[in-house]
């Protein structure tokens, strides 16, 4: 008899893209594997944009955004209404499967909750702790007073030569096919149109300003610099905030036509509009060499935390930036997410790693994006296992599943060495004593 259970690891593929219905654990499964270890890259919830009232991105539309619930880059009331609904589904799943019994108390220790020092990711742990360890009074970890970054979670570039920019240059340019960097704005031309139209740009301040009526496609410029986050200037960047607003406006404003400025948009639409911030974070943060850079600290925490031999739970809470980095320098298989809007890392998605010991006496390992679905966001749908959220397996390259659908628990640490490991061999600059030589 199946358990009424989702598995985090175990859902199967009906066709490229799109997730089977929900499919329990099997009782043959559950006679083979026991659930040790789960390890959580969350993104934060739901926030208001980043930018409040007389900012760049007012100046886009004539229009008024939505009336936020908190101050500008924090995390919304909605945000941690969602964030403690997918909580409560994380402690009914850790509880059927037998890693921890109902109202846990941990020891020292067994658990940990680290976010970085910002107010959204802060309050996303606190949010998910609350509905995961309800009585647990669970103490958030961070390093700083809020708000300041820590270099765990910040993605900034912490090793700069000029052969890296070139080799970086080179990687991201490839993005734009034959025209290079700037075909990466070239091939952009539905998400600008649209954005242009649902913003009606051309009766904007900055139109009436500044002459912008229309996003370009020839004005990227990508800016590595060192101890700093990857940057861009241009349209792209302009575009990116307002997408960003668009996509969480989308999920806070019940009226969808009201979110959209009075514009009627089916959900392909929608989804356009947030392909480019997707676009704006593979661009910036996943051409293997950034990715490797600046994922490094954060993948040497998850691999310490995948070694340790008492933790059951480890949460770590970051950015979009921090997953789309850790995929990328692991290498994991392209992928987009069904029955979201976001394709790559919607808000208050996470990276689930874990661990399971095997009747066989091995150990083994799945990757899972786990994530709320844009109507489970809008009608904020409580979760439970029998109305889960989605949950998407994450293919590595090169690395083979059993037939229940996990990996080597060895191999998947070998890959995050491997990757950790690759942070030494980004490109040096030759002295100019070796060039003459050579």
Same mark, same amino acid.
């Given at each position: ?14 066709? #490229? ?6 499919? =329990? ?46 101050? =500008? ?43 970085? &020092? ?11 702790? &609350? ?31 000029? @052969?890296?920019? #070139? ?36 009766? &904007?301040? #900055? ?55 009075? $514009? ?26 950034? @990715? ?26 970051? $950015? ?96 995050? @060495? ?21």
């Amino acid at each position: 008899m199946l358990k009424r259970l989702t598995s985090l690891c175990c859902l199967t593929l009906m066709a #490229a893209g799109t997730i089977a219905a929900a499919a =329990p654990h099997s009782d043959a499964f559950e006679s083979q594997y026991k659930l040790q270890e789960m390890v959580v890259l969350s993104r934060h919830n739901i926030r208001s944009p980043l930018s409040g009232n007389g900012s760049a991105l007012a100046k886009l539309t004539p229009h008024s955004w939505f009336n936020w619930t908190s101050a =500008p880059s924090e995390l919304s009331l909605r945000g941690g209404e969602l964030e403690t609904m997918m909580g409560q589904y994380f402690r009914k799943y850790a509880v059927a499967e037998g890693l921890m019994p109902e109202n846990y108390q941990p020891e020292n220790g067994v658990v940990r909750f680290y976010a970085n &020092s910002m107010q959204r990711t802060i309050a996303t742990a606190q949010y998910f702790s &609350s509905g995961m360890l309800p009585v647990a009074n669970v103490k958030i970890e961070h390093k700083y007073a809020p708000s300041k970054m820590d270099p765990v979670f910040n993605p900034q570039l912490t090793f700069v030569s000029e @052969a890296f920019r #070139a080799q970086a240059m080179q990687e991201i340019s490839a993005m734009g096919g034959k025209d290079g960097l700037q075909g990466i704005g070239k091939n952009m031309d539905k998400q600008y149109r649209l954005m242009e139209k649902v913003l009606d740009l051309a009766k &904007s301040p #900055a139109a009436q300003k500044d002459g912008m009526t229309k996003f370009r496609d020839d004005d990227l410029k990508i800016i590595l610099d060192l101890n700093k986050e990857p940057a861009m200037k241009g349209s792209l960047k302009q575009a990116n905030s307002a997408s960003d607003a668009f996509i969480l406006q989308y999920y806070e404003e019940k009226d969808p036509v009201k979110a959209a400025f009075g $514009h009627k948009l089916k959900q392909s639409e929608w989804e356009t509009i947030a392909s480019v911030k997707d676009i704006y974070g593979d661009v910036l943060f996943t051409a293997p060499s950034v @990715a490797v850079n600046v994922a490094h600290p954060l993948l040497q925490e998850m691999n310490k935390e995948l070694s340790l031999k008492d933790r059951k739970f480890t949460f770590l809470c970051g $950015h979009d930036s921090n997953i789309a980095s850790v995929l990328a320098a692991l290498d994991a298989e392209p992928y987009e997410l069904p029955d979201s809007i976001e394709k790559k890392t919607p808000i208050g998605c996470k990276l689930v790693v874990e661990k399971w010991a095997g009747k066989d006496g091995a150990s083994y390992a799945s990757l899972n994006m786990v994530y709320q679905s844009t109507s489970q966001l809008r009608d904020r749908e409580m979760l439970d296992l029998n109305n889960p959220p989605k949950i998407y397996p994450v293919k590595l390259k090169g690395l083979t599943e059993n037939k229940d659908g996990l990996y080597r628990l060895q191999d998947v640490q070998q890959r995050f @060495a491997e990757a950790i490991s690759a942070y030494d061999k980004l490109p040096k600059d030759v002295p100019a004593a070796e060039k003459k030589a050579a």
